[in-house]
């Protein structure tokens, strides 16, 4: 990853240092955001990141094909999703897809990306949405008079 300019980041006893060079409200910003990557970095080595996320709909769901998934959500044809190099694919049920990788930010695109396929929509709650997400449900049409 390339990190921007004004800050230092070196390896010293206490694991990996972060300086800046001044004292500036760019280089405190800049520190900042060098420290945050560096931590999801390590925290995407040791651990991994996983986003989860949910089919909801009658007939909608998710099959393994390979390295991607085949997913049909309420179109004329199933769509195929193709796992980014670093990206794991997973179909544990029909319903649920797991997005899993080193890198917060390519696992987080890749299920937005899934998500964008058919995302849910407020009258039904049908669609593709993240696990802990909740949807703003709106009541229909109102019956006639």
């Known amino acids: 990853r390339t990190m ?18 001044g004292d500036s409200p760019m280089h405190r910003s800049r520190h900042g955001l060098v420290r945050s990557l560096v931590a999801n ?8 990141y996983t986003k989860r996320l949910e ?13 991607g998934l085949e997913v049909q959500v309420g179109y004329s044809h199933p769509v195929t999703v193709d796992a980014p190099e670093g990206i794991e694919l997973q179909a544990p049920a ?16 890749v299920a937005a ?20 997400e909740r949807i703003r449900r709106k009541a229909g049409k109102a019956a006639g008079r």
Not at 55 to 66: E, F, K, P
Not at 95 to 107: A, E, F, N
Not at 113 to 132: L, M, Q, S, T, V
Request: positive net charge; charged residues 25%.
């Open 4 to 21: 921007p300019e004004g800050v230092e980041i070196a390896q010293g006893d206490e694991g990996v240092v972060i300086r800046r060079q």
């Open 41 to 48: 970095m390590v925290t995407g080595v040791t651990d991994g």
């Open 55 to 67: 089919l909801v709909g009658v007939g909608y769901r998710a099959q393994q094909r390979g390295p």
């Open 94 to 109: 029909p319903t649920q897809i797991v997005v899993s990788g080193i890198d917060k930010v390519l696992v987080g695109q």
């Open 113 to 132: 990306n899934i998500r964008d396929i058919r995302p849910p929509e407020p009258y039904k709650g049908k669609g593709i949405k993240y696990a802990d």
